[in-house]
């Protein structure tokens, strides 16, 4: 039996952990978190200064009793976890639950998975640092009071299964305000001029030399005139100005920066970066991936230069220690990096290949020489006015970090990269070739992307390299914000044209407003956010939800109690909690639209049971309100009058088919066509207000055809078993309840119904739901909230009138 155990988080980290470490080391793995704090009930003892009641959970039992029986065999026990917060807050949890001893227990961390960093991490053990496990319990306790408090709250003034998080909300409200900002957005339209003018070089060949206007017209007339001056007008060159430039490098990676340039370079989600750093992190490939530090370290800011000198040359080196401006930047203590700097690509799948290869670029250019450019201006008078057309241009004089990496940007409007001048001289005559006077119209404020959101999160101060990634996919999870894509809009612009002495006016056509993964709120998601701006204005405020972010800080520094910080915040918060669900309306954010022209009756939008309706009428009246969903593309925020009267257009009859009814119609999952008791989805191509009935007929037809093609056999004397082709190859069912068909390779055909017997029959867990491995606690996922002692509440019945 080994004299030593090693706890770590994920069985990957063991495995990797244990090839550097001797046969007298056992590496275990705890899978994540062994406890947490209960489901049932709200898993805080507020009679006993706050503490929380920590429960091992059912997934874990095994686990624990496995660790215990391997602790009470080791000498020393070397809690390995990560080290940040939420990776003390593991090993503590450990020392507790396993009953360690302080003399025989020793705390370990490292930023790296390498030989040298574990060896020295087990040199230099140290104990569990309690403060930054309060400032985790903390977190973890504040988040669950917030959502434990304000869910009910939702359930009973807006729908049931709602939740609400601390992060998570204040996330929301920026994508809300953004979404107004959007809607309630005019645009501008100026006239951008530019021109192509000619020349002859010393050696007279004819050269061209393009130009814009250093000012923008408002209006048409004043773009006219501008170019009937042009028509005999004289253009020469005025001044030329060449000066030297630099680009310098950016820092290496922190979470944020390498969540977002993961998303511009190479298309990935947040989480999605997220769990392809860890399994590179894990396998020891790079150092620990949630931290807000850009600092390097003495060995890799050597390993780096020896790498570039390798590489490039000496001239290209340039050693930067930076510093992180990020305030209370408090998890690991080095930019993400890689492990070895000599090691320029990785083994491992497509993702983790592409991952890697962008953080070793990013390490190595942030210790290169800046790149020197040299820019020149040149400045075109026109005879008659005082406006100058400029033409400018760059060149790369030395590439310098260029030669490895460029850091992309957010902006989706960046200009066109700046070209190579032709050589001019001051006074030099030019005869323009053509001048464009284009419509340009400004541009809306852009929809937030995840990687866009991280950085507004970031600046704001909210929240932690650790919880970026569970943010963002809690509010999608909770349907409050929609990750999609815009079809652009076709809009006209007008293109005035001076060529050959004579001005052209035309009008043409562009797309504008297309949208890629995107983030949009949602109906229920903008409903929420009023709802607790209006009676929680505190929680949802950025700097309320900043200061807490400090105050963790603070906590973690050993500054502050964190049992103070908590019952400082309970006592104001609880109150309102009680006020507003005592007095507060129920919300479910109608917005009344106008006047139904036909009925004359109230035409308004609300959220309803199953979703966004519009309705006719209102609960008042003695007729019924008529009502109808809205489309998945349309908004209670921005739908308007007209549109919201299309949809009583449906259901509508588009024919008959087999001699019975076709009907297109809108339901909760969207528009669909109802035919002989069937429901066939329309696709996303198809308008339901427009679709034809020659149209419903093939829809009907390739959903048939579609069925036919997925069931392979039928077995059983009442056919109670079906063989059917699935998504992932062929399965079969029975009673509701799918099942694997095995070996691999087995012809479905070939199946019997003994032979599907005796599968069954080696499936006993099938139909049932698995529980995960995984670290998960309120700090990557805001509470749950689903308190098991207070009730739903149940809709009151409304009385009918008579």
């Known amino acids: 039996m080994p004299k030593n155990l090693v706890i770590v988080e994920s069985p990957a980290k063991a495995k990797t952990i244990e090839k550097f470490l001797g046969k007298e080391y056992q590496v275990m ?94 040199e230099n053990p140290r104990d569990i640092d309690i403060n930054l ?42 994508i809300v305000e953004r979404e107004r900002e959007i809607n309630q957005f005019t645009p501008e339209d100026t006239y951008r001029v530019n021109a192509i003018f000619t020349s002859v070089d010393k050696n007279g060949n004819p050269v061209e030399l393009k130009a814009e206007l250093q000012q923008r017209f408002s209006t048409k007339a004043d773009a006219q005139a501008f170019l009937e001056n042009c028509k005999a007008a004289q253009f020469s060159i005025e001044n030329i100005i060449t000066k030297p430039a630099k680009k310098s490098p950016a820092p290496p990676f922190t979470t944020s920066t390498l969540q977002q340039e993961a998303a511009r370079k190479l298309g990935y989600s947040v989480g999605q970066t997220m769990q392809v750093a860890q399994r590179l992190y894990e396998a020891g490939k790079i150092t620990y991936m949630r931290t807000d530090s850009v600092n390097l370290s003495d060995l890799a800011l050597g390993t780096s230069k020896a790498e570039i000198i390798s590489m490039a040359g000496e001239k290209y080196v340039h050693i930067r220690k930076f510093t992180t401006k990020t305030k209370g930047a408090q998890e690991a203590h080095e930019a993400i990096r890689p492990s070895y700097m000599n090691a320029h690509s990785v083994d491992g799948t497509s993702q983790e290949k592409r991952l890697y290869d962008l953080i070793w670029k990013r390490t190595i250019a942030s210790q290169m020489a800046d790149a020197e450019l040299e820019k020149t201006s040149i400045y075109i008078s026109v005879s008659g006015s005082k406006l100058q057309f400029i033409a400018s241009g760059e060149v790369i004089v030395f590439d310098g970090f260029l030669k490895v990496y460029l850091e992309s940007t957010d902006d989706e409007n960046d200009a066109e990269n700046e070209g190579l001048l032709p050589i001019m001289k001051s006074g030099e005559k030019l005869i323009s070739s053509e001048i464009v006077a284009q419509q340009r119209f400004s541009l809306k404020p852009p929809r937030y992307s995840e990687a866009s959101l991280v950085r507004k999160l970031e600046e704001l101060g909210i929240g932690r390299p650790s919880t970026y990634a569970p943010t963002i996919s809690t509010i999608q999870n909770r349907t409050y914000v929609e990750k999609g894509d815009r079809q652009p809009e076709k809009r006209e612009y007008n293109i ?60 973690a520094d050993g500054e502050i109690k964190w049992t103070k910080s908590i019952d400082k915040f309970y006592k104001e918060f609880h109150p309102i909690v009680e006020d507003t669900m005592k007095n507060s309306e129920r919300q479910v954010g109608e917005r009344i639209l106008g006047v139904d022209p036909k009925s004359g009756r109230q035409l308004s939008v609300k959220i309803g049971k199953y979703g966004p309706l519009a309705q006719i009428g209102t609960s008042e009246e003695e007729e019924k309100p008529v009502f109808a969903s809205l489309r998945k593309e349309q908004s209670i925020e921005s739908i308007t009058m007209e549109e919201a ?55 009907i037809e390739e959903k048939r055809e579609a069925e036919k093609n997925r069931i392979i056999k039928t077995l059983g004397e009442n056919n109670e078993i079906l063989v059917l082709n699935g998504r992932f190859g062929p399965y079969f069912t029975c009673d509701k309840i799918n099942y694997k068909i095995f070996p691999k390779g087995t012809d479905p055909n070939t199946l019997t119904l003994e032979r599907c017997q005796e599968l069954i029959a080696a499936q006993p867990d099938a139909g049932t739901k698995k529980k995960g491995f995984g670290r998960k606690t309120a700090a990557k996922t805001e509470s749950k909230a689903k308190p098991a002692t207070k009730a739903k509440p149940k809709a009151k019945a409304k009385p009918k009138k008579k």
């Open 29 to 122: 793995s705890s899978f994540g978190h062994i406890r947490d704090l209960a489901e049932k009930g709200i898993g805080i003892d507020f009679e006993n200064n706050y503490q929380p009641q920590y429960v091992v959970s059912t997934d874990k039992k095994k686990t624990v009793t496995e660790l215990k029986k391997a602790t009470k065999g080791a000498e020393i026990v070397w809690l390995a976890s990560d080290e940040d917060r939420e990776g003390e807050a593991i090993a503590w949890h450990l020392y507790e639950e396993l009953k360690l001893k302080k003399e025989n227990t020793r705390r370990i961390v490292f930023h790296e998975i390498t030989k040298e960093a574990i060896l020295h991490a087990i």
């Open 133 to 174: 496990v309060d400032a985790q319990q903390a977190r973890r306790v504040l988040d669950r009071i917030v959502g434990f408090e304000l869910s009910p709250i939702l359930w009973r003034k807006i729908r049931p299964s709602l939740s609400a998080g601390r992060v998570q909300s204040v996330a929301v409200r920026l």
């Open 496 to 555: 005035l044209k001076l060529k050959g002495g004579k001005i052209t006016d035309k009008i043409k056509e562009e797309n504008t407003g297309a949208e890629k993964s995107k983030l949009f709120p949602t109906d229920i998601g903008t409903v929420v956010n009023d709802f607790l701006i209006g009676h929680f204005p505190e929680i949802l405020n950025y700097n309320f939800t900043a200061d807490v972010e400090k105050e963790f800080d603070s906590i």
């Open 645 to 699: 009267l299309e949809l009583f257009k449906l259901p509508r009859q588009v024919g008959e088919y087999e001699g019975k009814v076709m009907t297109v119609a809108i339901g909760r999952f969207g528009p669909y066509i109802r035919h002989d008791a069937s429901f066939y989805s329309l696709p996303k191509t198809d308008d339901p207000m427009e679709v034809t009935a020659e149209r419903s007929i093939e829809i």
